[in-house]
Protein backbone atom coordinates (compact mmCIF):
# COMPACT_ATOMS: atom_id res chain seq x y z
CA UNK A 1 0.00 0.00 0.00
CA UNK A 2 2.87 2.42 0.77
CA UNK A 3 4.62 2.00 -2.22
CA UNK A 4 1.34 2.15 -4.37
CA UNK A 5 0.75 5.13 -2.69
CA UNK A 6 4.40 6.26 -3.05
CA UNK A 7 4.33 5.93 -6.93
CA UNK A 8 1.13 7.34 -7.48
CA UNK A 9 2.69 11.03 -5.66
CA UNK A 10 5.74 10.27 -7.32
CA UNK A 11 3.51 10.12 -11.11
CA UNK A 12 2.26 13.26 -10.69
CA UNK A 13 4.65 15.87 -9.38
CA UNK A 14 8.30 14.39 -10.58
CA UNK A 15 9.85 14.93 -13.32
CA UNK A 16 11.39 11.59 -15.77
CA UNK A 17 14.61 12.79 -16.22
CA UNK A 18 17.35 15.08 -13.81
CA UNK A 19 16.14 12.94 -10.73
CA UNK A 20 18.57 11.13 -9.43
CA UNK A 21 17.50 9.87 -6.27
CA UNK A 22 14.05 10.43 -3.86
CA UNK A 23 13.65 8.76 -0.41
CA UNK A 24 10.80 7.70 1.31
CA UNK A 25 10.38 7.11 4.53
CA UNK A 26 7.67 6.42 7.09
CA UNK A 27 7.62 5.86 11.00
CA UNK A 28 5.43 5.48 14.44
CA UNK A 29 3.03 3.36 12.97
CA UNK A 30 -0.22 2.17 14.29
CA UNK A 31 -2.55 -0.78 13.39
CA UNK A 32 -5.44 0.60 11.01
CA UNK A 33 -8.18 2.31 13.60
CA UNK A 34 -6.02 2.29 16.59
CA UNK A 35 -4.08 5.53 15.54
CA UNK A 36 -5.39 9.16 16.50
CA UNK A 37 -5.62 11.91 14.34
CA UNK A 38 -4.65 14.68 15.91
CA UNK A 39 -6.70 18.60 14.49
CA UNK A 40 -4.35 21.62 13.90
CA UNK A 41 -6.98 23.60 16.04
CA UNK A 42 -7.39 21.45 19.20
CA UNK A 43 -10.12 18.99 20.18
CA UNK A 44 -13.65 19.78 19.84
CA UNK A 45 -16.69 20.95 17.53
CA UNK A 46 -15.74 24.63 17.91
CA UNK A 47 -12.16 24.05 16.47
CA UNK A 48 -13.66 21.37 13.62
CA UNK A 49 -15.66 23.95 12.48
CA UNK A 50 -12.80 26.80 11.75
CA UNK A 51 -10.80 23.64 9.96
CA UNK A 52 -13.44 22.91 7.48
CA UNK A 53 -13.94 26.77 7.12
CA UNK A 54 -10.23 26.35 6.04
CA UNK A 55 -10.58 23.66 4.09
CA UNK A 56 -13.72 25.36 1.91
CA UNK A 57 -11.70 29.06 1.72
CA UNK A 58 -8.55 26.26 0.24
CA UNK A 59 -11.01 24.51 -1.96
CA UNK A 60 -11.95 28.23 -3.27
CA UNK A 61 -8.93 29.91 -3.66
CA UNK A 62 -7.72 26.74 -6.23
CA UNK A 63 -11.45 26.57 -7.67
CA UNK A 64 -11.07 30.34 -8.50
CA UNK A 65 -7.36 30.47 -9.27
CA UNK A 66 -6.33 27.17 -10.34
CA UNK A 67 -4.34 24.43 -8.67
CA UNK A 68 -0.91 26.03 -8.76
CA UNK A 69 -2.60 28.98 -6.50
CA UNK A 70 -1.57 27.25 -3.35
CA UNK A 71 1.75 25.34 -1.95
CA UNK A 72 4.41 25.10 -0.01
CA UNK A 73 5.91 28.81 0.85
CA UNK A 74 9.42 26.70 0.92
CA UNK A 75 9.34 27.40 -3.03
CA UNK A 76 8.73 30.84 -2.85
CA UNK A 77 12.14 32.59 -4.30
Known amino acids: MILKETKSLLSESIPLSGVRLI ?3 ISN ?8 QL ?7 SEEKKWQRAE ?4 DILNR ?6 GPGSLLE
Open 29 to 36: LEPAGKGK
Open 39 to 45: SLFGIGK
Open 65 to 70: FGEEAL
Open 56 to 59: RAID
Open 23 to 25: GVG
